[in-house]
Every structure is written in C-alpha cells, then in structure tokens.
C-alpha cells in the first residue's frame, strides 16, 4: 500500500470532519473516562475487521477490556511493571512481529502512571514506539485521561503524534475538538465539533463555543497541579501527609504504610527483600529527603538504595550510636527516567532494539557507546546540575553507577560500570562540562561488552535495566595540592580467604589502604592492600619482615587539584608532608632501608604502611566487625560495603560508609563420586596449600587451556593483547560446542591491565570456564595476587569459578604440566587459523583416554591438588 492510503476511523461523520485517516497515522484520544475513549475504540475495531484488516489490542490497563476477545484480533497482554525497557522492547518486538498495515488499539495510557508513577517515562514510550509504527504504515489509536498528565507529558505527546483529538461530553452531548491532525486542512477542522443527528458540527458561533467551555471549565477546571509531573504530586501528598503528623493530627496507620509503600516502589524498586528492609528501617522523612536531593525522577539505583539502606539499618541499632562514628552524607541522586530520556532523545533506541534483537553479538554496542556518550543531555535536568554543582562548590565529587540491577540480592555488577572522580576545580563553566562528561560516561558504559556479557550470564539480558546515578562528595582531606582519605576500602562480613585454621569466617575481613579506596577494589600492578581478619586483625598470610615489606602498599590514588585529575603517587613523595600528621605513625612504620635511589630516602626515613598502629591501638577493627554483624543480621544474608575513614583534628575516627550490597559466595556444588584410586605417582599437575577459592570439594576437568609462561613473555606488548583475544575465541567456541569443565592455566594475574603482570583478558572472554589458575614466573616477573575483595575477584564468585594461584619453588607447591604437554595440542582443529600460535597457546582434550583430569580440594587441611586418575564406571561424564 502507498504510505498515505487512507483508512476509516469507522464514523464516516469524523472521517468527515478528519478527511479521513491515513496509514501511518497515530491517533491519541484526550478524554474524561475510559469509556469514552470505547466510545471511539468499537467503531474502529468493527470497520478494521470488516475492511479484513489485521487489527492487534495491546492490553495493559487496569480498567476494563477495549476490545473484545473475537477472530481476527490478537491480544498481546504485556505486564507494564517490569518497567519502562522490557515493555517498550515488547511493543517493539510485537510490531516487528505484525509488521507493515496493522491496526492497533492501546490501552489508555494514562494507567501506566499507576505502574511507573512519573509523566517524563510515559512521553518517551511515545516517542520512542509511534514513529516506529510510523515507518511500518500502521493506525494505532491511544488514549490518555484528561486531567492525568502534565503538559508536559502532553506537550511531548502532540509533538510526536499524528492526531491528537479531545473529547467531551456535556450532559448526554459528545464534542470533538481536533487539537492536531498532521498534513489535513479545513477551515472548519480545528473547531470543537458537536455530535448531532446530522453528525459532527462545527461549533462556529463564538457565544456557543463559549458558553461550552465555561461550562466545561466550571465542573471540572484543569487542576493547577497539572504543571507538575505525576511523581511530583504524589510526593506533595506525602509531605502534606507528614505535615499533619508533625501538627498532631492522628493519620490512620494504614494511611501511612500504604504511603510509605508506594513511595519506596517508586524510588527503590520493586523487589521484594529490597522493599522489605526498606519499609522497616526507612521513614517518611528519609523518603521524602531523597525526593529533594532527586535530580529528574524514577528510581535511584541498587548503590543509591544500599548506601541508604545500611545508614539507616546502623541508625536503628539499640547496642551502638553509630551517629557518632559515621560521616554524614550528602549525596544527591540522578534519576533513572533521565538516563532513558537521554537515549530517547538522542535516537539511541533503535540501536538499541537492533541490539537486542542480535543477542550476544553485541555489534551494536560500540555504536551505542558512542552515541550515548556523544550526546545532549536532558534540558530536564539541566537546572537541577546547576543547583547541585553549586551545592558542592570546589569540593571533589564522584559520579558513581547505579542501575536497576546493580547492588541487588544475586547480582553486585561489581566494576561492570563506570564511576568517575570528578576534582571539581575551576570555573562553573568547565566544573558544570566536566560534570555532563562524567554523566555521560557513566551512561555509555551500560553499553559496555563485559556489562552485557554478565547481564547475558546472569540470565538478565531482557530485565529492565536503567542507569542512575549516586553524586557523592569524595571523602577526605586536602594534603598540600592533592586530596584524599586517610584510610579507604572494602569489608566483608564473610572471610572466604582463611589462610590460618584459627580464623573465624564469620568474623568477616577487610582490604585496607591509605588514599582512595579505587586500590583496594582493583587489581593494581605491583601493589598490595592490607588484609584484616578482623577477628585477629594482626595476623598476617606470611609474617617475615621479608613478606611484610613486599606485600605492601607502595602507592596512592590520589585527586591533583592543581592538574584537575584523578592520579597515583609515590608513598615516598607523599611521606614527608603525611609524616606530620599525629594519626601518621598508626599507618605506617619506619624501616631501615639503604639508598637506593628510588626516591625512597636516605636510612631510616622509608616508611611503610603496615597499618598496624591502628589495628593494635584503635578498635577500628572491633567497630567494623560490629558494623558489618549488624548489617548481615538486617540483610539475613552476608554483605560488602565500601568505605573511607578520617580521622578528626581531636583524633577520632569517622567511617564514611560508602556502599553495602549483599555478599555474593561460592555456593556448593552436588557431590560426585571421587576417582577409584588415590593419584599415582607422576599423576599430580599441581598441588598447593590455602591459595584457592571456590565451591566444590571435586570436579572433573574436559578441556585445558594453556598460555605457555615463556613463549608468552618473549611476545612484543601488542601480540600479549592479541593473546588475551585468542583465549576469548577459545572459550567461546568451547562454550559454543556446550563444553563444560574448562580450566584455564597463565602467567601471573588474569585480567590484569598490565600484560607484563599477566594475560590482559577482560571477565567476558574468560567467563565460562571452571577453573581459574595464575602460577608464578619469578624469572619473567609474573606474580599471582589471590586479591579477594576485588571486582575481578567478586566476578570469580558470582559466576562459580575455582580460582587457584600457584608459587612454584615454595615448600609444599608443586606444578608439573607435563604429562599433559604429551597429549595433542587441538587448538588448530578448534579453529586452523590458530595454527601459528600453538607455541603460547596449548588446548588439551581431557575427555579421552584412560586417565581424566580431577580437581580436589580437602577444605580441612587448605588443600588443593589437580592430577590424573582412572575414573570408576559411576564418574564417567559426571560434574
């Protein structure tokens, strides 16, 4: 058909006055109830189905069925709570599906506010859903009820719609009154038109049109609530409701939790053991100080709602004043409806359909970053910056990631996101850029591949998945020219690292370090954290002064706020101005140390950060162990958080809780039946005490995957980043072909963005294996860091990985690859173009032959051996 064939609204006395319809058009009706909107829907439902067209009915409202249930209508009925994404990629998918010169009805729009509960999200399902039933050549009627929305939400409606028609009745009269009607004309067209026996007439007498819309406007005048959105008016409510509480006045209880309910699923969300602690521990005026640190509206996140969440679990606490000991938080929060309205008004919505359409490829995503990250950001919230950089003045701020998804009971997206430091120095001009930048950055990177990756994994490809944002003011102090805390890291009320048999995994542990907390939660080149079994906080993996001086902190992240950016330095460029300090000598040791012309100083002016001043003469330890006892309890489940410290001119130490999210650990697997014999002699690949993790006490491994530690270290930099595509390619195609029990063996530390430390693969390539291993290279450099408390290491856990680091040369540690380096290397018949790499790259076919390849972990004595052995009948292909 032409795009501009006409078609029938199914009164010929509308065609009339609308000469006609057209294919393509989008008609939206502005009524006073539902049922007059019917009044519209049934006359076009009957001439559709007797003109033989395909007619469709998108069934998402409370009130009752438009169209009835009869042959030739399909009903697609589509839940609109799981949110404005999977709804809008539902419509989207079913007209893909129905394609060109359907006939649509839609449920009236105006009860997605029940459901959504914000004017902006409604406008942009428009937007983003009738252009593309546009371009597909459809009529597709709509119905929004009068009073409902704002003119805002209107004013976006008219701009993208084809129609936009108001209805009224007075007594038992229907008027219709066209408002738009796109590429039609006629003297009379924009006149309210009366329903009579000769049809619709144009009302031109100027005392009539008057006297109708007096009356109109007399029983019912537009509220002037209107201006505002819908999610506005809801929270004006609910501070009036307060305000008659704080009067005096007594507000039925049910009045109050039904509030404080519909509040918490507007800005929390809607999973369950999420609102559940939200509705003990938060109150009205908690929620109601959200809304006014709120930039736009919609939800504010996992991060946002944990951080909340765990001050106000701490504040309720009977056995402590945590007021005393924490530093209060000023943050503000950006909306998820921002970050949609940004795609939608910078076209990122096809994109990102077509993505979705594609599935795992994610060929889009690169374009979408691009787009998202090049784009204008909503004037909606353009005032509200403004006023909030205002608010911080100078002051370092941190643009963090805070999706619907992130933060939650089963899935932490731990480093999935983007989080930028934002020094905040400079005129409002380039402080308000450097904000819109961070904006934007983070917004891109929900189009990250290993973002995508773990929401493929994690079973989360299709949920509802928006960005908002947590602006938190950084934590700290100035020093000199540069900014940053004194203490800094992450804690967890679970120790899964228990290196010693007298530690108690319940006692939790931490990874401590001086200076921002970004050391502690990323895998750093040739630095340690602390760690602090917080139930006997001195004991360390390896105590020899040796040890103790290399497993050391040697550098800072730090804000330079003469350079305006975020930077790492020397502790012995600091040292010297941080030695003053009276809290100085609680985090670092002197140690007598030669010359050695690293600008470490000359003997007995190095120092080291130990920390153990504070763990010994401090209850830092016993205050986070209490504070992560009290949240596990709160949560019922283990919990991390994220923190920095300060201390006070008068000594005392604040903690700065920063973020707290529900732990993710190994979760068992189903026992197997153990091989027929113990390992005979020859047989053990490697052997290792107390540096592992995982679940499992037994698996068997099918496939090994290589990367030779000297061939890899011959390699130029550019062809070690080639080789950490390679082992993507591989495991990919083993995943593919359904393999399972994939452990893959390298040089130092996976994932590292070093190549020199190790194979600079990203969690996506690597993601499906079993097994992790990293062995030691002392010759080559490379050195393995069980850096429990990371976001590598959290990726580990959630997706099940057993992670083994291995020391070859160290008393008990044996590694010995070379009964498997006899088998055939079949990477060049997993793809021949590999063919020229099989001298670093080495894949092993364990399934064959008479010996598998078992993994053991005797969780008594910390004990881990991989090693060949005969299989009994009962263990053969089993997990």
Known sequence: MAPMERASSGLDCLDQVLDGLRMGDNVVWQVDEVEDYRRFVRPFVCRALSDRRRLVYIRFGHHPALVEDQPGVAVYAID?????????????????????????????????LSTWATDLMIGNFFRVTCPYLFRLNTVAYFGLLRGRNSYATLARIRETTQLLLDVYRDGPRYYVHPLKVWNRYSPTMFLPHAETREGLVPITSSAEAAGLFGRLQRRGAPDAGRKLDYWDRVFMAAHDLWRRQQEGEAVPEEEVRDTLDRLCQMVLGRDRRLLDLATRYLSLPDLLDIRARLIGSGRIGGKSAGMLLARAILRADPAADWTARLEAHDSFFVGTDVYFTHLVENDCWPLLMQQRAEGPAFSRAADLRARIHEGFLPEVAGAQFDEMLDYFGQAPIIVRSSSLLEDSFGNAFAGKYDSIFCVNQGTPQQRRQAFEDAVRQVYASSMNVDALAYRLHRGLATSDEQMALLVQRVSGSRRGRYFFPDLAGVAFSRNQYTWHPDLDPSAGMLRLVAGLGTRAV??????????????RPLLRPDSSPEAVRYYAQRRLDVLDLQD??????????????????????????????????????PPGTRWSLTFDGLLRATGFASTMRAMLARLESAYQCPVDVEFAANFTPGGELLINLLQCRPLQTPSG???????????????????????????????????????????????????????????????????????SGVMLVGPGRWGTSTPSLGVPVTFAEIHRVAV???VAGQEQGFMPELSYGTHFFQDLVEAGIFYVALFPGREGVVFDLTPLHG????LSLLAPELAPWQEVIRVVDCRPGERAVWLQADWTTRQVTCFQARPSETTLGSR
């Open 522 to 535: 990323d895998r750093v080149e040739d630095d340690y954290p602390r760690l602090v079994p917080l139930d």
């Open 823 to 826: 088998e055939d290397n079949v």
């Open 564 to 601: 305006n950016a975020w930077a790492t330095r020397p502790l012995a460029e600091l040292a010297p101005a941080l030695s003053t300090l009276p809290f100085w000598k609680l985090l670092a040791e002197r140690e007598p140390a030669p010359e050695t012309g690293d600008g470490a100083g």
């Open 669 to 739: 697997r189903a026992e197997i039946s153990p091989p027929t014999a113990a390992p005979e002699p020859g047989a053990v690949l490697f052997s290792t005490r107390a540096s592992f993790m995982g679940a499992g006490s037994l698996l068997r491994i099918d496939w090994v995957v290589e990367v030779d530690a000297h061939a890899y270290a011959a390699l130029p930099l550019a062809e070690r980043y080639q080789v950490a595509r390679l082992v993507g390619r591989i495991n990919r195609r083993l995943a593919e072909d359904a393999a």
């Open 80 to 112: 609109p709570s799981l949110g404005f994404e999977a709804f809008s990629s539902r419509v989207h998918e079913i007209a893909t599906l129905e394609g060109n010169d359907v006939f649509y009805v839609f449920d009236c729009l105006s009860d997605l």
């Open 772 to 774: 992790l291993v990293e």
